[in-house]
């Protein structure tokens, strides 16, 4: 089946220490999205690739990173986790932005020790 | 700008009660309205969608919605609630001219009780 999978499930890391999370997609859209969901909050855009066109939300901070090297796939790199990074990570897919909804991925949960 | 406003961050149900959860969207153009579930440690699932055409909505698991746009509206509703509802649901819109990225409200948990 197509689908938007992210890749660990749980990720541990240290403050400070550098962490990359992953996601892939079978779906071949061309637009993929990076959220951040706190406990009992709203998913928050960080940013989204449309094609190989970086878009990054205003209020995303400078650690956050992002690269898509191909179409399949995006990761989502933060340089110096802080205690205040530790959240659920949500990748999405859309073709073409329009008129359909978001595919996402089943998550990445992000705890910093 | 573009925002969506929940109504209650908890609702709670009686196992073969109706449902009933909020949505309200503020946007300057006719939008693009979603409500997405989502279980516990997991992503988020597509419910149902209003783009064009019929305002009244059906989606899975029995879940319905009308886009009401007098209203500013896009109430999720199902007739009766079974166990499995049990969930956070998250209303959101878009718009539908252009290109924009999709805009959360805060999500609404439902708790159904036997």
């Known amino acids: 089946d197509a689908m938007v999978i992210q890749n660990p499930r749980y990720q541990v890391t240290q403050f400070g220490k550098p962490v990359t999370l992953s996601c892939s997609q079978t779906?071949?859209?061309?637009?993929m999205y990076w959220y951040q969901q706190k406990s009992s909050q709203a998913p928050k855009l960080l940013f989204h690739y449309y094609d190989k066109d970086f878009n990054n939300e205003a209020d995303t901070p400078d650690n956050f990173q992002s690269r898509r090297p191909n179409t399949s796939f995006c990761f989502l790199d933060i340089r110096s986790p802080g205690l205040g990074d530790a959240a659920m990570y949500l990748c999405?897919?859309?073709?073409?932005?329009?008129?359909?909804?978001?595919?996402f991925g089943s998550g990445t949960r992000l705890t910093v020790v | 700008a573009q925002s969506v406003t929940q109504l209650g961050s908890h609702v709670s149900v009686s196992e073969g009660a109706l449902v009933l959860l909020r949505c309200n969207y503020s946007?300057?153009?006719?939008?693009?309205l979603f409500w997405y579930v989502q279980y516990p440690n997991q992503g988020l699932q597509l419910l149902l969608k209003?783009?064009?055409?019929?305002?009244l909505v059906k989606g899975i698991n029995g879940f319905e919605a009308e886009f009401k746009k007098s209203e500013t509206s896009f109430h999720l509703t199902k007739p009766s609630a079974h166990m499995s509802d049990a969930a956070e649901y998250f209303c959101?819109?878009?718009?539908?001219?252009?290109?924009?990225?999709?805009?959360f409200g805060k999500g609404t948990m439902l708790l159904v009780s036997p």
């Open positions: 779906l071949n859209h061309n637009v």
């Open positions: 946007s300057s153009v006719p939008p693009y």
């Open positions: 209003y783009t064009t055409g019929a305002t």
């Open positions: 959101a819109v878009r718009e539908n001219s252009g290109y924009s990225t999709l805009t």
């Open positions: 999405a897919t859309s073709r073409n932005g329009q008129g359909s909804g978001y595919t």
